[in-house]
């Protein structure tokens, strides 16, 4: 069984963290050889702007995934941060809820559309636009999973099934900026604190 979970955060690690970073990594490179051939040596090379168009759209687009999951995208809190516990479990459940029926609705289009994308290709290297935006697909089927990981958890806290500690996760997750920056301060005193009482 561990063997598994070790396997599958393997794998979603490389979907959400090493095929963006080799994204970034490569499309980094091109562009930088790119400015050096046009401006030292005027000779510009015309795949170089293809290559940072795919590699940017890889990056992005998993990238977001991580995003998700490490709860680092924009989120506008402001109606959401004076709402009570179960109050924001609704809010947060209505809203996720809406995101999901919009990825499934959207899903099979999505894939019928970037399938039926291998008949055009790009023009230098004639690589089947299905390949470039291939990464739409996990992107989709990770986030919806984020999604309804996120439903569940918002379910066990407004029906009051999954207690106190269902309640805590839920407030950690979704915890702003600010309130971060509150505990981690308070965190630091009492460890200073007890510092100096050791001392």
Not at 183 to 190: I, L, V
């Amino acid at each position: 069984m561990d063997g598994l979970k070790k396997m599958g955060k393997f794998i979603r690690d490389c979907v959400e963290l090493y095929i963006p970073i080799a994204a970034f990594l490569i499309m980094f490179i091109v562009f930088v050889v790119q400015i050096i051939a046009r401006y030292v040596f005027k000779n510009p090379m015309q795949w170089a702007y293809e290559v940072t168009v795919m590699g940017y759209l890889w990056m992005v687009v998993l990238g977001a995934c991580y995003a998700y999951r490490d709860r680092s995208h924009v989120t506008f809190t402001l109606f959401y941060d004076k709402l009570p516990v179960k109050g924001k479990a609704v809010c947060g459940f209505l809203g996720n809820l809406l995101m999901a029926v919009a990825f499934v609705v959207m899903f099979v289009p999505s894939c019928k559309m970037i399938s039926q994308m291998k008949i055009q290709e790009t023009s230098i290297f004639k690589i089947g636009l299905n390949i470039v935006y291939l990464p739409f697909i996990p992107f989709m089927i990770i986030i919806l999973l984020y999604i309804l990981s996120d439903m569940w958890l918002e379910i066990k806290v407004f029906t009051g099934i999954g207690g106190e500690e269902a309640v805590k996760k839920m407030l950690d997750e979704t915890k702003n900026e600010t309130q971060e920056a509150i505990d981690n301060a308070a965190m630091q005193e009492t460890g200073d604190g007890k510092e100096a009482v050791k001392r």
